[in-house]
C-alpha cells in the first residue's frame, strides 16, 4: 500500500498532467472514476436514498479518520462536511504544490453517482487553499436549487468553487 503522504502528491501530479491534457481529458478521467465508485455506492444509495448515503459517508469517515459530519434531514437532504480535509491538507503541507483543480476529484465522482441515483448535489469547495468543503444532497431539485443560490451568495467572486448536477 502507499503511504498516504505518497498518494496524495501523486495525486496532485496526476492532476497536473490531467489539466495540461485539456477539458477532455479531465472530463473522461472523472467518468471513469464515477464508474469505477457507482459499484461501491450506487445500489446503496439508490435502495436507501439519504440514508445511504449518511451510511457510505459514516463509513468513510471512520476509515479515513477525517474531520468531518454527516448529517441526515430525513427524506430531505444529507450534508458532509468536511471541517478539515486529509487529502488537501497534506498536499498543502509538502512540497508537490497544490493543483487548482485538486478539490475537483470528489465533485468529479460523487456528481455523476448521484445524477445515477436520482439525486441533486451542490458541491461547495470553499477554497482551493482550504482543507474544507461541504456537499449538500436533495432529494427534490427545487430545494437543490434554493441551496445552490445560497452558496452562490458566498463565493460572488468564484463560481469555480461551486459544482453541481443539474
Not at 469505477?36 to 445511504?52: I, N, P
Not at 448535489?121 to 482543507?131: E, F, L, R
Request: with cysteine.
Amino acid at each position: 500500500m502507499i503511504p498516504s503522504d505518497h498518494f496524495v502528491k501523486f495525486y496532485a501530479e496526476v492532476f497536473k498532467y490531467l489539466q495540461k491534457q485539456g477539458q477532455a481529458a479531465i472530463d473522461e478521467y472523472y467518468t471513469t472514476i464515477a464508474e469505477h465508485q457507482k459499484t461501491h455506492c450506487l445500489d446503496l444509495f439508490t435502495s436507501k436514498g439519504l440514508a445511504g448515503m449518511k451510511e457510505y459517508w459514516d463509513k468513510i469517515i471512520f476509515e479515513e479518520n477525517c474531520d468531518a459530519d454527516a448529517i441526515l434531514d430525513e427524506g430531505k437532504s444529507y450534508t458532509f462536511i468536511m471541517h478539515h480535509c486529509p487529502s488537501l491538507a497534506k498536499v498543502l503541507d509538502n512540497d508537490a504544490g497544490v493543483c487548482d483543480i485538486y478539490c475537483d476529484h470528489c465533485p468529479g465522482w460523487v456528481l455523476p453517482v448521484m445524477t445515477a441515483a436520482g439525486f441533486y448535489t451542490v458541491c461547495d469547495s470553499v477554497g482551493a487553499d482550504i482543507p474544507r468543503c461541504v456537499e449538500k444532497t436533495f432529494a427534490k431539485l427545487e430545494d437543490a436549487q434554493k441551496y445552490l443560490e445560497v452558496v452562490k451568495k458566498r463565493h460572488p467572486d468564484h463560481p469555480e468553487l461551486i459544482k453541481c448536477n443539474f
